[in-house]
Each structure stands twice: as structure tokens, then as C-alpha cells.
């Protein structure tokens, strides 16, 4: 089966802008989480999404965030976008809650500010 | 938080050596998960260990859950050059939360 789904693979933003990612998940998965990972701060948990709902949010200010629909596609937004939001910013599925189940990631999306 | 520190960070050996790979916390964790990622894709699950004291191998890696639930470790015998990646630890702390280790990257050498 395919499996999830980031896209864009690749961005490239200016300060202030705002940017929005999108994650597909594996069929008949409900849930969608999102992390950014760095070199300096390694991977890092932004949120997660299940039956439309934000059930966990992780450390990460206001600027960040998501959104799932019904179909369980989920998107990220990040708005005025600053140096340091430059990052992988990997989403994963799971059937259901992410502790709980296997997660699958896909293979992210890259967004440098510049 | 629940902290998961992984050590070495960073790791380069010759083919055909050993390495192990730690995962520690204070946290007791329900589970705990190994993931390895390799450069320009997103993080593969290789186990899960559910039971404190729990072993398991997967070919030439060994994975160790420690009886208190709190700590794992990753032994890999005779690396290759295909084990290259960055190897995460993941604690889970019952159905609803998910925290990943610090990470180390491997390097093996042909």
C-alpha cells in the first residue's frame, strides 16, 4: 500500500512569510503527527492530529500550526517565518494514537528561510 | 519532559567491528521503539520492546529493553556499511504520547 505522502519535498521561504506543508497518510490511518527535526535540536514533536482533533501539541510557539480533515490528510502552517524554523519537517501516520501503534514516516519535507 | 539520552552521538568504526548504541531516561516507558533513518528519508521502525528485560534480534542487532523500563540499548556485531544512519530511541508513555531520543549517527567504514 502507499505509504505517507509529504509535499512539498523542498521550499525555500523568506523571513516573515508563512508556509504551509502537507502530509497524506497511509490509507485507514487516522492519526498524523508532525515533528522538525534539526542537527542541533535532533527531532522534535510539533503536534498531533486524530479524527480531526489536536490531541497532543508539543513545546513550539503559536507560529506553528496544523490542521486534519476529514479524509485524515493533515497540513502544518508556520507563520512569519523566522531563521531558525529551517528544518526537516518529517509527518508520520499510525491506525491509531502514536504511542500505542507503529508509526510510519514519510520522508519529510525541507524548508529552509532565508 | 521525559528526556531519552542517547549515547555516543556520533559513532564511525571500520567494517566488521561492534558497537552498542545506549537509550537512557528516568522515565518509565511502556514501550520502547528503534528507528533508523537514513540521509534524505524519514525514520524506519526496527523493534519494539514491550516487556522490561526484554531481547530481541533482528539479524546482526541485538536490542535490549532494561528491567526497569527506563533504559535500552542497540548492539550491532560486524557493521556494515549499509548500517550507516542516524538510530533513534522512542519511549512511549501509554497510547497517547511518543518522545524520541537524542539520536546517534553511525558511520562504518568500508
Known amino acids: 500500500k502507499a505509504g505517507v505522502t509529504q509535499t512539498p519535498r523542498y521550499l525555500i521561504k523568506t523571513r516573515g512569510q508563512q508556509v504551509t506543508l502537507s502530509c497524506s497518510p497511509i490509507?485507514?490511518?487516522?492519526?498524523v503527527s508532525w515533528y522538525q527535526q534539526t542537527p542541533g535540536q535532533g527531532l522534535q514533536f510539533l503536534f498531533e492530529?486524530?479524527?480531526?482533533?489536536?490531541?497532543n501539541k508539543g513545546n513550539f510557539p503559536g507560529r506553528f500550526s496544523g490542521r486534519q480533515f476529514s479524509n485524515s490528510r493533515s497540513e502544518m502552517n508556520v507563520s512569519t517565518l523566522e531563521l531558525g524554523d529551517s528544518a526537516l519537517y518529517l509527518c508520520?501516520?499510525?491506525?491509531?494514537?502514536?504511542?500505542?501503534?507503529?508509526?510510519?514516516f514519510g520522508e519529510g519535507s525541507w524548508l529552509t528561510v532565508v | 519532559t521525559q528526556l531519552l539520552e542517547q549515547s555516543p552521538q556520533f559513532l564511525s568504526i571500520q567494517e566488521g567491528e561492534n558497537l552498542t548504541v545506549y537509550c537512557n531516561s528516568s522515565?518509565?516507558?511502556?514501550?520502547l521503539q528503534w528507528y533508523r533513518q537514513e540521509p534524505g528519508e524519514g525514520p524506519v521502525l526496527l523493534v519494539t520492546?514491550?516487556?522490561?528485560?526484554e531481547v530481541k534480534k533482528l539479524k546482526r542487532l541485538t536490542f535490549q529493553f532494561g528491567d526497569a523500563r527506563k533504559d535500552s540499548s542497540l548492539h550491532i556485531t560486524a557493521a556494515q556499511p549499509g548500517d550507516t544512519g542516524l538510530y533513534l530511541c522512542?519511549?512511549?508513555?501509554?497510547?497517547?504520547?511518543?518522545?524520541f531520543g537524542t539520536g546517534t549517527r553511525l558511520t562504518v567504514i568500508p
Open positions: 508520520a501516520s499510525s491506525f491509531g494514537r502514536i504511542g500505542g501503534n507503529t508509526i510510519y
Open positions: 490509507s485507514g490511518h487516522r492519526s
Open positions: 492530529y486524530f479524527s480531526e482533533t489536536q490531541r
Open positions: 522515565s518509565v516507558f511502556s514501550s
Open positions: 520492546v514491550v516487556t522490561g528485560g
Open positions: 522512542a519511549g512511549a508513555t501509554g497510547a497517547n504520547n511518543l518522545f
